[in-house]
């Protein structure tokens, strides 16, 4: 599932081609909604929030996607190959003399700003950990209203905090020394403001992309445990082990030995 920066570059990416410009044409695969109410909007802001993305439009109206395991945003110039097959392609916009393609989006939808404000899911969302304006007040009051759960849970719960996703929550984790399966009432306020800083400045590093990196200065690689189950710790030569976590089973690679239950 892409992580929080990986939503940040697809709206960087889509901003210059689209924001100020008008629909000229547009197609749906599916008919999620009236497509024809995309035709001669202007887009006025391409936003990011966590792992969702919005589309403002000049009508007062949004385009919401969220992008699950696979789902992409690509700009082609007319007649450029697509990467992906024209299966996959959800909505296609013409717009700046250009194709916007969404590709295999989780969710897609077309929302009023009526439903905007009483969405399920993305008014729940925590504090944006890659926003300028993060409130690590909040996003600590979040974490103690569920100190029955899990640290490697808690981080990945987009109410707490939104952004972080596998990849990113067993990096910090490891990086903090902190176990993945230890609740998080046993960890103080400090701690717990210690590691969204620390996952604040990666996420704001990664913004630029192309490459998700939390190890630097390094020649061994990327990333510290993540994908690397079975292979000795970089830092202390035990196995890094990997278990699914929570209900729906998401990845957390750990070191038990630089990470030791509490």
Known sequence: MP???TIYRTATTLRPAMEGKTIALARLRDRQFEV???IGAT???VEARGKHLLMHLSTGEFIHSHMGMTGSWHIYHPGQPWRKSEHYAALWLDINSLEVICFSPKQLEMLTADQLRRHPHIQRLGPDLADKQFEMAEAIARFRARNHLPLGEAVMNQTIV??????YKSEILFIMRFDPFTPVERFTDDELGAMLTKGRALMLRNLGGPNRTTRFGSDAGR???YGRSGTPCPKCGAQIELRRQGEAGRTTCWCPQCQPAR
């Open 3 to 5: 992580e929080g920066d």
């Open 36 to 38: 024809e109410r995309l």
């Open 43 to 45: 887009v006025d802001r």
């Open 162 to 167: 939104c952004g972080i996703g596998n990849i």
């Open 223 to 225: 990333l510290w445990v």
